[in-house]
């Protein structure tokens, strides 16, 4: 009786695996986990608030270190579109671009674009916003926004076209994002926004009065995920 009893137990036991220390399987769990921890990483990237510049690197070395391919990363490729534009046409001291916690951060000096008073986009201006255009139209996505903010500086206009700074800076940004539109960006991907004054440059502070005011009058366009 103890005797089939033992046996019993000894037939309920689990089989121990038996590794064999040269064999490489170890090497598939660890590629999974390496896997699993990386796909949690991106999915808390891609619902927090940061840098998306630094996050689109980020991501890029992360892909080239597991898979040896590079990910398509378009707010860098719009980035160093730009960049070539603008060294191209001598246009640094007119526009600028960053990578910003939004996206691209593309800013255009208020010269470049209007004369002063109007909300009118210049006739010289044309050919610069078309290649700007082009880029933002090539490089994005469907899933990437394009939001343009207008900005005065705090000298009040008080015009019958325009009763104060925010329908200045609303209108100036309005005719950006129309003019992005009859070059192709889908509508659903605009949005014009006017700040007026409200928001100065925080670089700017420090600066005789005169160039604080210069610098504050811009327009900015925002490439930036939904």
Same mark, same amino acid.
């Given at each position: 009786?103890?005797?089939?009893?033992?046996?019993?137990?000894?037939?309920?036991?689990?089989?121990?695996?038996?590794?064999?220390?040269?064999?490489?399987?170890?090497?598939?769990?660890?590629?999974?986990?390496?896997?699993?921890?990386?796909?949690?990483?991106?999915?808390?990237?891609?619902?927090?608030?940061?840098?998306?510049?630094?996050?689109?690197?980020?991501?890029?070395?992360?892909?080239?270190?597991?898979?040896?391919?590079?990910?398509?990363?378009?707010?860098?490729?719009?980035?160093?579109?730009?960049?070539?534009?603008?060294?191209?046409?001598?246009? %640094?001291?007119?526009?600028? !671009?960053?990578?910003?916690?939004?996206?691209? /951060?593309?800013?255009?000096? +208020?010269?470049? @674009?209007? =004369?002063?008073?109007?909300?009118?986009?210049?006739?010289?201006?044309?050919?610069?916003?078309?290649?700007?255009?082009?880029?933002?139209?090539?490089?994005?996505?469907?899933?990437?926004?394009?939001?343009?903010?207008?900005?005065?500086?705090?000298?009040?206009?008080?015009?019958?076209?325009?009763?104060?700074?925010?329908?200045?800076?609303?209108?100036?940004?309005?005719?950006?994002?129309?003019?992005?539109?009859?070059?192709?960006?889908?509508? %659903?991907?605009?949005?014009? !926004?006017?700040?007026?004054?409200?928001?100065? /440059?925080?670089?700017?502070? +420090?600066?005789? @009065?005169? =160039?604080?005011?210069?610098?504050?009058?811009?327009?900015?366009?925002?490439?930036?995920?939904?």
């Amino acid at each position: 009786m103890e005797e089939s009893v033992s046996s019993k137990h000894r037939g309920l036991r689990r089989r121990r695996p038996n590794f064999d220390d040269s064999s490489s399987s170890w090497l598939i769990t660890y590629s999974d986990a390496i896997t699993l921890l990386l796909a949690f990483f991106v999915m808390i990237l891609s619902v927090s608030d940061l840098n998306q510049g630094k996050v689109e690197a980020l991501k890029e070395g992360l892909s080239e270190a597991m898979t040896g391919e590079a990910p398509p990363t378009p707010f860098t490729d719009i980035k160093e579109g730009l960049e070539q534009l603008i060294a191209k046409n001598g246009l %640094e001291n007119q526009v600028s !671009v960053t990578l910003d916690a939004k996206g691209v /951060k593309i800013e255009f000096a +208020n010269v470049a @674009l209007y =004369q002063s008073g109007s909300a009118d986009i210049k006739p010289e201006a044309i050919s610069t916003l078309k290649e700007v255009t082009r880029v933002i139209r090539e490089t994005s996505h469907k899933t990437h926004m394009v939001e343009v903010e207008g900005h005065t500086d705090d000298v009040p206009i008080h015009t019958e076209k325009f009763p104060s700074n925010w329908e200045l800076s609303s209108v100036r940004a309005t005719n950006v994002v129309r003019y992005l539109l009859a070059q192709g960006i889908e509508k %659903e991907r605009l949005k014009a !926004v006017g700040y007026a004054d409200s928001r100065p /440059k925080e670089n700017s502070k +420090n600066l005789p @009065l005169n =160039q604080q005011r210069q610098n504050n009058r811009r327009i900015v366009v925002f490439v930036k995920r939904y």
